[in-house]
């Protein structure tokens, strides 16, 4: 089955340092992975995906995300964190045994940043 | 742009009631999703559609809920009668087929069933 495990519930980092929320993933053939965010109270946002080509993949908001295939891992990455970079984010892998479209959720990781 | 438009925003309901959520997706797009979260079980997708069809609704809990999409520009997610546990957040979310992984999702419909 296609799966992602994102292993920490929460992340906490004081604003101006760099920021990593870990995410690794199960699946049979080439992954499509994919990031989302959702701030208090909203949907979730779509930050960037990986198919295919760079392993480094840059997204929205100054985040990126690397594609590690050895070690099975799609962590998201800031450099420099903001406060408003508080939310829950959660990474996410195409289910490829479905007709179309499905994608299947992590549990979410819920990040911090402390002024 | 819009975005995708969700109502009632938040709906208490009685047990046994039936609940109707609403979901506008956004113009263009032409696949749909239901999903549903909670704090023990995360986010669940219920039910998709492609073009106004159901491809996919494994993840619907049980036949008290069901969903229709008649037209490209509207979608119900119905569960009758509700019960406590179906209290969650139910977010509708919308994307274009070139596109399919690039969702949208709506602020959602916080349903509270007493």
């Known amino acids: 089955a296609q799966s992602v495990a994102q292993p920490e519930d929460q992340v906490n980092v004081a604003e101006g340092n760099p920021l990593t929320v870990k995410c690794t993933y199960s699946v049979s053939g080439n992954p499509y992975l994919f990031w989302y965010v959702q701030y208090p109270n909203r949907g979730l946002q779509f930050l960037l995906k990986y198919i295919t080509g760079d392993n480094l993949v840059k997204g929205s908001y100054g985040f990126e995300a690397e594609f590690n295939k050895s070690q099975t891992s799609f962590h998201l990455k800031k450099p420099s964190a903001l406060v408003s970079d508080s939310a829950l984010y959660f990474c996410?892998?195409?289910?490829?045994?479905?007709?179309?479209?499905?994608?299947?959720f992590g549990s979410g990781t819920r990040l911090s940043i402390r002024p | 742009d819009a975005g995708v438009i969700q109502s009632p925003r938040h709906e208490v309901t009685e047990m046994g009631q039936e609940v109707t959520l609403r979901c506008k997706p956004i113009?263009?797009?032409?696949?749909l999703f239901w999903y549903r979260q909670t704090m023990m079980r995360g986010l669940e997708l219920l039910i998709y559609?492609?073009?106004?069809?159901?491809?996919?609704d494994s993840g619907m809990p049980e036949d008290r809920f069901s969903a229709k999409m008649p037209n490209a520009s509207f979608s119900t997610l119905k569960i009758q009668p509700s019960e406590p546990r179906d209290s969650a957040v139910y977010f509708c979310?919308?994307?274009?087929?070139?596109?399919?992984?690039?969702?949208?999702f709506g602020p959602g419909t916080r349903l509270t069933v007493t």
């Open positions: 113009s263009g797009h032409n696949s």
């Open positions: 996410a892998v195409r289910d490829k045994y479905s007709s179309a479209s499905k994608i299947i």
């Open positions: 559609f492609n073009n106004n069809v159901p491809i996919d």
């Open positions: 979310a919308s994307s274009l087929t070139r596109r399919p992984y690039e969702q949208y």
